[in-house]
């Protein structure tokens, strides 16, 4: 099971599976609860349309996605649906559909059009060099460092959205700022080495599962994260030992722990109600 640590690679691509998986699974309790699931997607998939803008003018790999994905934060930091008949969600939707498209456009126009486009939904995590590992580090590190001090903030905001009362934060919100900007930051790097649909995978499978599990709030963030550090760990040795590309392999353990959460939801809802049907 342990035998993917001595290839110095696995241990590259743990670590970076290890430090976004822990960072997107904490934001990921919160767009659950915030009920915006498909921000993940909307960001990664504009982050994903810088780098195939900087491909396409042969500049700013680092930059531009950064810019494009910064700016796209700002703009849906400022989304507050007033109207009853629209969610959040549907506005988010239409962004990613668009970024998609125009993502596809530009990548069609570069040498390795299709295998660019495979590596944009599912990166290259193998490949992730000590550099990058410690970049996503520090800026992981960074970015938890701001939620864990204001935690009591951001919590209080993600409850006013799961209570349906956001619409009193007003058109402009700090901490809603900050919490945007902070998904934005932590996507635009964790696209790069994850890929778009791993990275979504990271976000909201483990809060999901862990919501299914618990009640308790702080134990879902803890759960959250260790089923964060379980997919990167079995998927990376599915991948290792029967030679499955390894995004692809973390996405779908997560799924199977998020399988296994059902099923624990639903016997334990059978058994309350036996229980509560006998002491009736």
């Known amino acids: 099971m342990f035998e993917m640590f001595q290839l110095p690679f696995m241990v590259q691509a743990f670590a970076a599976a290890v430090i976004t998986g822990i960072l997107l699974s904490y934001l990921g309790v919160h767009v659950v609860g915030r009920g915006i699931v498909f921000v993940d997607l909307a960001l990664g998939q504009i982050s994903s349309l810088g780098v195939a803008f900087a491909v396409f003018i042969g500049t700013g790999l680092t930059s531009i996605p950064l810019i494009f994905t910064l700016s796209g934060a700002l703009l849906m930091s400022f ?16 962004l990613y559909a668009f970024t998609s498209a125009l993502t596809v456009l530009l990548i069609s126009k570069t040498a390795h059009g299709d295998s660019d486009i495979q590596e944009v939904l599912f990166g290259n995590i193998l490949s992730v060099s000590r550099q990058q590992t410690m970049a996503i580090g520090i800026v992981s590190g960074a970015i938890l460092l701001v939620q864990l001090i204001f935690f ?108 296994l959460a059902a099923v624990y939801k639903f016997i334990r809802g059978i058994t309350n109600k036996k229980q509560i049907s006998n002491m009736q």
């Open 152 to 259: 009591r903030k951001f919590l209080s905001l993600t409850q006013s959205f799961e209570n349906g009362v956001n619409h009193l934060i007003g058109i402009f919100n700090i901490w809603n700022f900050i919490f945007y900007i902070s998904i934005g930051l932590a996507i635009v790097f964790a696209v790069r080495v994850n890929g778009v649909i791993p990275v979504f995978s990271y976000l909201i499978i483990p809060a999901v599962s862990a919501i299914m599990v618990t009640k308790n709030k702080k134990a879902v963030l803890i759960i959250a994260m260790l089923i964060s550090i379980l997919g990167g760990f079995f998927g990376l040795n599915f991948s290792f030992h029967y030679d499955f590309p390894a995004g692809s392999s973390i996405v779908v353990v997560l799924g199977g722990i998020f399988i």
């Open 79 to 94: 989304i507050n649906i007033r109207d009853k008949r629209l969610k959040q969600e549907a506005i988010i939707g239409i």
